[in-house]
């Protein structure tokens, strides 16, 4: 079963922890954090590019 992504800007559908999977732009992604995303609030950029990126729930 592949994985839900999502990307910068779009709203979470549901509160958890989400890691970067890659880069919108298609660029290399060398960033591990994580980070809490509330129900309803929007996805960041990547925190280590400040670039849009897809999102995957990691918990």
Request: charged share 20%; no cysteine.
């Amino acid at each position: 079963m592949a994985q839900n992504t999502y990307k910068t800007g779009e709203k979470a559908p549901e509160s958890g922890t989400y890691k970067v999977q890659s880069l919108v732009s298609g660029g290399s992604n060398q960033d591990n954090t994580e980070v809490k995303v509330e129900k309803g609030e929007q996805f960041p950029p990547s925190p280590s590019s400040n670039e849009a990126a897809h999102w995957v729930k990691t918990s």
